[in-house]
């Protein structure tokens, strides 16, 4: 355990409920589109206008100043804070991306990002702007990142503070999103299964899947559950966990432990927790990160090639948000409040913002 973490108290206080409103249910939903933000003709104006007004500058190098909006900057500062503040989510519908070439739609997706956060690498190769699409790699390889396939993906984090997924193309069937409340799966385990959620609250040792940052070594050690600074901050991404079995030197998942991440995706994948979006072309789900899970089925794509499901995908670095334990510095570099924290920082690689896959 790090210098500065506070997992001691975390257990002892994991009793206690974390009452706010990132402690939802899916019934909390039924029959409620609140959480759905609808583009106005107004909004897409200003979003091509924005764009036009940014055209020479390059995507990597754009900041919020070169990509102006007018009403919609004050909708997406109330969106932002529903994000970091409130329930965790939102759902922006409407973009018409069908109309749009792929330039201008990564241009107006990256610019509107612009407006919640600065985008961080999401892989060694650099990318600020990722792609999330079936790019015939094994899944069943340690060192695949699942989102450059069709198979499913369970519940998880990544590692940022906001991601962002705009919805381009959707699959043939399936891959379907789900989304679960990491706060409201706290609450549930410190209720039923106390034991299991103080393992969750011990550390982990986690693979890097040779993204490692300069100094660092193929894995790192961290927990599932962080209480800090009044919050309930979650990481987890099973499949990382358990590529670091590759490791000699890393110790065998313990049997508690086992049951610990079994019983949590369970708990997540359930009807009382998950609630599932029905992504539309032109659809941008946003979710904070540190207090939302997310997954995807399994899906069948399309025969052509210009069919196929794509979503763009964005990891965004919040200068105001939460603070983070010590012991996130492992994984997201520095924690200190305004700094630019969280993404994959490989040596040698250079940020950009790729149109294509």
């Not at 040698?348 to 790729?354: C, D, E, M």
């Amino acid at each position: 355990m790090n210098e500065g973490d506070q997992m001691p108290e975390a257990v002892t206080q994991s009793v206690a409920r974390a009452d706010n409103p990132a402690a939802w249910f899916a019934q909390d939903f039924d029959g409620n589109d609140d959480w759905i933000y609808r583009f106005t003709h107004a909004d897409v104006n200003e979003l091509t206008r924005a764009a036009a007004h940014s055209a020479r500058v390059p995507l990597p190098e754009l900041l919020v100043g070169d990509f102006p909006l007018d009403g919609l900057a004050v909708t997406l500062v109330e969106l932002r804070r529903e994000i970091l503040q409130g329930r965790g989510f939102v759902l922006l519908r409407g973009l018409p991306v069908g109309d749009w070439s792929p330039a201008l739609t990564a241009r107006i997706y990256y610019g509107l990002g612009c407006h919640l956060g600065q985008a961080v690498s999401q892989n060694a190769s650099g990318h600020l702007l990722g792609h999330v699409k079936d790019l015939g790699k094994d899944p069943f390889d340690p060192v695949t990142r699942v989102y450059q396939t069709n198979y499913r993906q369970p519940f998880h984090t990544d590692s940022t503070d906001i991601v962002g997924l705009l919805c381009i193309k959707t699959a043939r069937r399936g891959g379907a999103s789900a989304i679960a409340s990491s706060t409201s799966a706290f609450n549930v385990l410190a209720e039923q299964r106390p034991d299991l959620l103080e393992v969750l609250c011990q550390p982990f040792y986690v693979d890097r899947k040779d993204e490692i940052p300069l100094g660092k070594e193929p894995t790192y050690q961290l927990a599932v559950f962080h209480r800090h600074a009044g919050y309930v901050t979650c990481i987890y991404a099973r499949d990382f966990i358990e590529a670091a079995q590759r490791f000699d030197d890393v110790p065998r998942l313990l049997f508690e432990q086992i049951e610990a991440m079994d019983v949590l995706d369970r708990l997540v994948a359930s009807d009382r927790l998950r609630f599932d979006m029905v992504f539309e072309p032109g659809d941008i789900q946003l979710l904070h990160n540190h207090q939302i899970l997310h997954s995807r089925t399994t899906y069948e794509d399309w025969p052509e090639v210009e069919h196929r499901r794509h979503l763009l995908r964005l990891w965004l670095s919040t200068a105001d948000g939460r603070p983070l334990p010590m012991a996130f510095e492992e994984r997201y570099g520095t924690i200190t409040p305004g700094m630019i924290r969280g993404g994959i920082r490989v040596s040698g690689s250079v940020l950009n913002a790729p149109i294509e896959p």
